[in-house]
């Protein structure tokens, strides 16, 4: 139980095209959805928090239009990174959680920004 | 300020040595604690939680436990396949993120 799946798994782009990540909670329903960014060997930062049906909380220094996040249903969270360039390249992982308690992370997915 | 620290950054151990990772906090509150595993190019594979000081949970060669002010992850004769990186986070009252130390990579040499 609480499998948590991201789409696509790698993506590279071109600068200054449009990303989309979506992140899927497979077994459960997900009243908040996280996004986090990591970069090379350092720890976890978060970027926003979700809940179904309502606009996304962004992290200080996040960049709300350019970051889009979608929180759709109780199983499906999207970000969209908006006119993506090559400082954007970065590890995306989406957490989803049920109650207020443990977030279970997906498998993240990579993008490279040319 | 809430914050999150894990100790030793890096360790190497053999297979069979047993150790300790350490992750220290200060929060305003503590909801919950929590400790993820992490391989590369993954992400976070969940562990345990703890919630309360003087709480320990057990899985395989892992055992979690909690004070006030940090908690500790045992390994206890560890394998190869123990290696990757151990990620701890804080959940603080009333607030649904979590706080994340940097993580401790431990590599376990045959």
């Known amino acids: ?101 443990t977030q279970y992370f997906g498998p993240g997915t990579r993008l490279t920004v040319l | 300020e809430d914050q999150v620290t894990q100790s030793p950054e890096a360790l190497r151990l053999q297979e069979g040595e047993s150790s300790s990772l350490n992750c220290s906090y200060t929060v305003s509150g503590l909801r919950g604690l929590f400790w993820y595993r992490q391989d590369p190019g993954k992400g976070p594979e969940f562990l345990f939680t703890l919630y309360s000081a003087g709480e320990e949970k057990e899985k395989e060669r892992l055992k979690a436990t909690l004070t006030k002010k940090e908690s500790f992850l045992h390994i206890t004769a560890p394998k190869p396949e123990d290696s990757a990186t151990y990620l701890c986070a804080v959940q603080a009252n009333n607030f649904n993120k979590f706080y994340f130390g940097s993580g401790t990579k431990l590599n376990v040499k045959p």
Not at chain 1, 21 to 30: G, H, K, N, P, V
Not at chain 1, 49 to 77: C, M, P, R, W
Request: with cysteine; glycine share 4%; proline share 3%.
């Open chain 1, 1 to 101: 139980g609480a499998v948590v799946s991201q789409h696509p798994s790698w993506v590279i782009c071109k600068s200054g095209t449009s990303v989309k990540i979506e992140c899927r909670s497979l077994d459960f329903q997900a009243t908040t959805m996280f996004w986090y960014r990591q970069f090379p060997k350092q720890s976890l930062m978060l970027m926003a928090t979700s809940n179904e049906g309502s606009k996304a909380t962004y992290e200080q220094g996040v960049e709300k239009d350019k970051f889009l996040i979608n929180h759709a249903s109780l199983t499906l969270s999207t970000l969209t990174v908006t006119s993506a360039h090559p400082e954007d390249s970065s590890f995306y992982i989406c957490s989803a959680s049920a109650s207020a308690d």
